[in-house]
């Protein structure tokens, strides 16, 4: 950041006067907005706390908060960010949690877990979605000679596209024969990865397992062992042989393919067509202390959001992310999914323009029936252990999810002209039903119950 900058702004503020904040020229009563910097269109708010440490993961959906950060955004803001890298998803839950961090990247499973009394709970709340999709399932060199036997192929003798699981089906029955329990990575209890690859397992007809009291890693009748292993740990632990396959976000599976060491099956787009993945969290007692702030953050990374989705700037957002200080992988593999392709064999590498969206199809806005689906995923495989009714869904993710913290920081955005009306949502918080599943199941937020027992695999309410 530039820090000049940074000091020039507040001391502009400063010298307006206090009688700007009460009702002075360019404010009017009870309005949180001060006047117009000269140089900039950005409505400055009257920040709370300017200095500000945010934590995440290295995969390349934290690029919202790079882009904010190395692109101004945040500075636009009058705010002073550093983003600091952390060693796993346990480790940011934690440090946000005890206020080491004013915000991150997390798992949108995470602070639904929080609220919802499955792990350590807090309360946690997000005015901000990350991305769509990003994430895929990559199996071993072995398991993948063995699966492709089973997946038909199209006219160019490829692979047909999206693959099921029930072509894992054999492969698990054979290790199985063996001796060899079937094991494979997802990076943390209540990932997305979790969820995703429990969902694409049981639509092949393979029980992923069930967690209970007394089995937390969740593989009571599992006929595949999975367990929790940290992103960037994903390939080599692959390559060791502990695990088979895994799923897990970006660079991490197109490294795999980069290393000759594993093969991507599937993406979490084929198995739910633009599904929720990483959110922005910070804790509900920060949001309240400092309102403006917490708004103004939301304002850079919808800026953010824009940014990458806008065409042509991908290419500039893969060289900020290969930095050490971000991702830190090679810009080759960054770039495999990051500029709309996604490599799967090695040479077999196909067009997917929707594998990472940062802002199109109204991305960035945290939906109830979003968070709703995390939910349902927590009451199927029991770890939420009793069944719950349908009102219980609603109002959990209501003190969880914060839309209106998202649309104040986007009325603004519109003032500006860095938002145009139409790219805020006209919602109550909730997408129409969809059945974009790779079983075909129509998901409908409103409807958890009904969603969870049409399930064959899975607990029943």
Not at 119 to 131: C, H, Y
Not at 272 to 281: A, L, M
Not at 414 to 435: H, I, M, N, Q, W
Request: hydrophobic share 40%; net charge negative; proline share 7%.
């Amino acid at each position: 950041m530039n820090i000049t900058k940074f000091i020039a702004v507040h001391c502009s503020l400063i010298a307006i006067g206090v009688s700007l904040w009460s009702c002075g020229p360019g404010q009017t009563q009870g309005s949180n907005e001060v006047q117009q910097t000269s140089d900039s269109k950005t409505i400055l708010l009257d920040i709370e706390k300017p200095q500000l440490t945010f934590g995440f993961i290295k995969l390349t959906d934290m690029a919202p908060l790079a882009i904010a950060k190395e692109l101004g955004y945040f500075e636009d803001e009058g705010l002073f960010v550093s983003v600091e890298a952390q060693s796993n998803w346990k480790n940011i839950l934690d440090r946000v949690i005890d206020g080491q961090l004013d915000g991150a990247h997390m798992l949108a499973g995470q602070p639904i877990a929080a609220g919802a009394g499955f792990g350590r709970q807090a309360e946690l709340v997000t005015p901000f979605s990350m991305d769509l999709n990003g994430n895929g399932i990559t199996v071993s060199n072995d398991v993948w000679s063995k699966m492709k036997p089973h997946i038909p192929t199209n006219s160019d003798g490829k692979p047909a596209h999206p693959i099921k699981a029930d072509a894992l089906a054999p492969v698990i029955k054979e290790y199985r024969e063996s001796g060899k329990a079937f094991k494979m990575g997802v990076v943390f209890p209540v990932s997305t990865h979790n969820y995703e690859i429990r969902y694409w397992l049981a639509a092949g007809g393979i029980n992923p397992g069930f967690y209970t009291a007394d089995n937390i890693q969740g593989q009571v009748d599992a006929d595949v062992l999975l367990s929790v292993t940290p992103p960037p740990q994903m390939p080599a632990t692959l390559e060791a042989g502990t695990i088979y396959g895994y799923c897990v976000g970006e660079p991490w599976n197109q490294q795999a393919v980069f290393k000759g060491i594993g093969v991507p099956v599937a993406t979490n787009h084929d198995i739910w067509q633009n599904n929720p993945e990483k959110v922005f969290v910070m804790t509900k007692s920060f949001v309240e202390q400092y309102p403006n702030t917490a708004i103004a953050v939301t304002k850079a990374l919808i800026r953010a959001g824009k940014w990458l989705d806008t065409p042509g700037n991908r290419p500039s957002a893969v060289g900020i992310l290969s930095k050490p200080e971000y991702v830190g992988a090679d810009s080759v593999v960054i770039a495999n999914s990051m500029t709309g392709t996604f490599e799967y064999e090695k040479g077999d590498k196909r067009p997917s323009p929707d594998f990472n969206v940062f802002f199109r199809y109204h991305a960035t806005y945290p939906f109830y029936s979003d968070g709703i689906w995390f939910l349902t995923q927590m009451r199927r495989w029991g770890q939420i252990p009793e069944s719950k009714p349908a009102d219980w869904y609603s109002q959990t993710i209501k003190d969880i999810y914060r839309p209106d913290i998202w649309m104040q920081a986007a009325e603004i955005l519109v003032k500006e002209g860095y938002l145009d009306a139409s790219e805020v949502p006209a919602t109550d918080g909730y997408k129409a039903p969809t059945a974009e599943f790779i079983d075909g199941i129509t998901y409908d937020g409103k409807d958890p119950i009904g969603y969870i027992n049409g399930f064959k695999i899975g607990n029943k309410d």
